[in-house]
């Protein structure tokens, strides 16, 4: 099984630092993709990173992992309670998906408690700020050498 993962993130995650820091905290988006990165290369894993505020492009990356990718990580940020587009793409992908949010959305409003992202997703991490990535990242790869051996 392919080694590559696609890490993707939807709207508003471009702002990640700046955007309700006492929500999402001070790292950056090039920070988390930093670190990803890092623990990528330990996990013998090769990492796309995308992020995107349009529907359309994270389904159009979901079908891009489709055809070459091992694994999974996407924090679909807003689209997670509202697109039932983004679920239908990810049920074409066959691999491990882990659907990772920085913030603990069950403490937060009722609209967040909702997804459709986990009607598909493997494993969910929330609440654990930025830090929720790399546990995603290990997972994947988890996943990935279960299907191999
Ligand atoms: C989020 C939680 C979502 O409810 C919100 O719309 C986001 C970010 C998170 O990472 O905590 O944009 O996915």
Redesign the pocket.
């Known amino acids: 099984m392919s080694r590559l993962v696609y890490v993707l993130n939807?709207?508003?995650?471009n702002l990640l630092g700046k955007r309700q820091p006492h929500?999402?905290g001070h790292e950056t988006l090039a920070d988390v993709e930093r670190d990803c990165r890092a623990l990528a290369g330990e996990l013998g894993l090769t990492l796309r990173f995308h992020q995107s505020n349009r529907e359309y492009e994270i389904i159009d990356w979901i079908h891009e992992a489709r055809e070459e990718a091992g694994g999974i990580v996407i924090?679909?940020?807003?689209?997670?309670?509202t697109s039932v587009a983004v679920l239908d793409a990810l049920n074409t992908f066959e691999g491990p998906v882990i659907e990772?949010?920085?913030?603990?959305?069950h403490k937060?409003?009722a609209?967040?408690h909702h997804s459709y992202v986990s009607l598909r997703a493997d494993g969910v991490i929330?609440?654990f700020g930025t830090q929720?990535y790399q546990l995603a990242l290990r997972r994947v790869a988890r996943l990935i050498d279960d299907k191999a051996a």
């Open positions: 939807g709207p508003n995650l929500i999402y924090n679909p940020a807003a689209f997670t309670h990772c949010h920085i913030s603990n959305v937060r409003e609209f967040r929330a609440g929720g």
